[in-house]
């Protein structure tokens, strides 16, 4: 497995003790979080929140995952508005192709606002991961709701 991480990557250094190997779908970290209405994706799409910083990360295909960390880097040097392609996640299992990558993303400051505007405490108590969905999404298209701890 390689990490491919825009630098400088100092701010993610904590994510890399998260259990890349295992397929997303199946993680159990305590820094892991439900966002019950966040939108719908066709990929498998989890929270994290660490020190301070929340990141979603996103299981595909490393070609696509490096397609979209490509265009994430062209709109932030255009000063687009987007969220902060921070890094990939690459050759986690030559076995599934389809999932051999994972993207991961800050949530920039628009996203940071409004995570600071929520309680804390109700954001943060234990939910459950995506359940009820093979892709872990709940099929709203809010992504302003009520994140909470993954279990």
């Known amino acids: 497995m390689r990490f491919v991480f825009t630098p400088p990557a100092d701010h993610a250094a ?4 998260l259990p890349w ?3 997303l779908a199946e993680w159990h970290d305590e820094r892991l979080i439900e966002i019950r209405q966040r939108g719908i994706s066709r990929h498998v799409v989890r929270f ?10 996103k ?11 490509r265009v994430l880097r062209a709109l932030a040097d255009r000063g687009v508005p987007a969220v902060e392609a921070v890094g990939i996640a ?3 299992d030559p076995d599934h192709p389809d999932a051999d990558a994972i993207l991961v993303e800050e949530l920039g400051q628009r996203y940071q606002s409004l995570w600071q505007e929520l309680n804390r405490e109700e954001i943060l108590r234990p939910g459950i991961s995506g359940a009820g969905s093979p892709s872990g999404c709940t099929g709203s298209t809010s992504w302003a ?7």
């Open 14 to 17: 904590g994510l890399l003790t």
């Open 21 to 23: 190997p295992v397929p």
């Open 48 to 57: 994290v929140y660490d020190d301070g910083v929340l990141y979603a990360l």
């Open 59 to 69: 299981e595909l295909n490393e070609r696509l995952a490096r397609r979209e960390y």
């Open 90 to 92: 690459v050759d986690r």
């Open 145 to 151: 709701s009520t994140p909470t701890r993954s279990s």
